[in-house]
């Protein structure tokens, strides 16, 4: 999900695990021009095999003894609008995952998701919130499916849509709720040629990322959506 530096060559890599959650790795000398485990290992949203020496302590470092790409990616690393969603996606699931437990079902989404994310070829501008709206139900919080030409305004603190927008702080009006009612139900895996105008996608992101804060306790401020508002300006 992250990385940082750690001393004079080591990082300490956020680690998203099938068996262990959220995890914290200490991993040595990866910034070494010979390094063993070479630091594009540890880029957003990557997907590795690893094996670790487990700790069952909640402020422990772990320590990696084996890894290796488990997919490598064709188009992430030089789509500069793949890139920069996925440093967006780590950054949401970083939150997102913090007291979460992991369990089969959502490990197998997020994988399966970034996987057709490299290989998606249009449609990218939806491709995140999308994402989100879909990771949600894992979550608990999926919006309801209730929208109808009556029941148009979605309210982000109820999780439904309803008749009326009585409270501006939390209803979405009517255009946005409208996309983000068909973002909630398209598989995030679909291929249909769904696109969200220009003057509604930066509202719509900043409406989901909202979304997340109001059900996840503690959930922070999320930064790198402004470098998606850039890439994604037309």
Do not use: W
């Not at 695990?17 to 880029?43: D, I």
């Not at 302590?57 to 990616?73: D, G, R, V």
């Not at 989404?109 to 995140?128: C, P, S, T, W, Y």
Request: one cysteine or more; aromatic letters at 12%; charged letters at 20%.
């Amino acid at each position: 999900m992250h990385s940082f530096k750690y001393g004079e060559s080591g990082i300490i890599a956020r680690i998203l695990t099938r068996e262990m959650g959220l995890q914290s790795f200490l991993v040595h000398g990866v910034r070494k021009a010979k390094a063993k485990n070479k630091a594009n290992l540890f880029q957003p949203l990557t997907l590795v095999d690893l094996v670790a020496y487990y700790k069952q302590s909640n402020n422990s470092l772990l320590n990696i003894k084996e890894i290796q790409c488990l997919h490598h990616f064709t188009t992430i690393g030089t789509d500069i609008r793949k890139t920069t969603i996925a440093l967006f996606l780590g950054e949401v699931l970083l939150n997102a995952f913090t007291r979460q437990e992991m369990h089969e079902q959502v490990f197998s989404f997020i994988h399966q998701a970034v996987v057709h994310l490299d290989e998606r070829e249009k449609n990218l501008g939806a491709f995140h919130i999308s994402f989100l709206l879909q990771l949600s139900r894992f979550l608990g919080f999926s919006p309801n499916q209730n929208y109808s030409e009556i029941h148009c305004f979605f309210n982000l603190m109820e999780g439904v849509y309803q008749k009326e927008n009585d409270h501006p702080a939390y209803c979405l009006n009517k255009e946005t709720s409208y996309y983000f009612s068909q973002l909630s139900s398209i598989s995030i895996d679909s291929n249909i040629d769904f696109s969200i105008p220009s003057h509604l996608r930066k509202d719509l992101l900043q409406k989901t990322i909202d979304y997340y804060k109001l059900h996840i306790e503690g959930f922070k401020e999320v930064s790198s959506h402004h470098v998606l508002e850039e890439v994604f300006v037309s």
